[in-house]
């Protein structure tokens, strides 16, 4: 997933380079440096211990907090779009939790990409969507990757015992 994400930014790098050199040669401002932050199943898919030790669904979508011109935003969805993904329009509405820390991935001329830590987005997917990442979660603490993860959920206000029951019908 990394390289393919990492193919896709470079080739969004170039296109704002090139619209910034006709801009600079219209007497037009150029467009600032965007800054993308990965979340979600993205973010995890993309660092490489995590999806050696957990079970990750691929996504065809892209969550994402992103800092762009509308140009750029547009650009990107058509590169998304060539690749079978698309840009998740909600993803402003993503819960990202005290605490969580942002690492780099790619640092381009024109696009700078970083993620969320794995331990943030587990700690996200356990407040804000418990039910749905049941597994995911379970296996994440089960792992060790993550020693905060317990901590960070109780005081996020999360139920631990409803994210982590142990259902005999199961």
Known sequence: MEELLQELFRELNEIVGEENL???????????????????????????TVSAQLTLAQTGDMDAKIEMDYFVKMQLKTLLDKRGFIYDEDS???????????????????????????ESILVSKALKAPEKNRPLLIEGVASGLFPNIITRIEEGGGDLDAIFKWDEHE
């Open 22 to 48: 006709r801009r600079t040669q219209n007497g037009t401002r150029c467009l600032p440096q965007s800054k993308i932050l990965l979340l979600g199943q993205m973010s995890l898919l993309v660092d490489k």
């Open 92 to 118: 402003d509405l993503i819960f990202i939790p005290k605490g969580s820390k942002e690492l780099p991935l790619f640092d381009f001329t024109n696009i700078k990409v970083e993620r969320l830590d794995p």
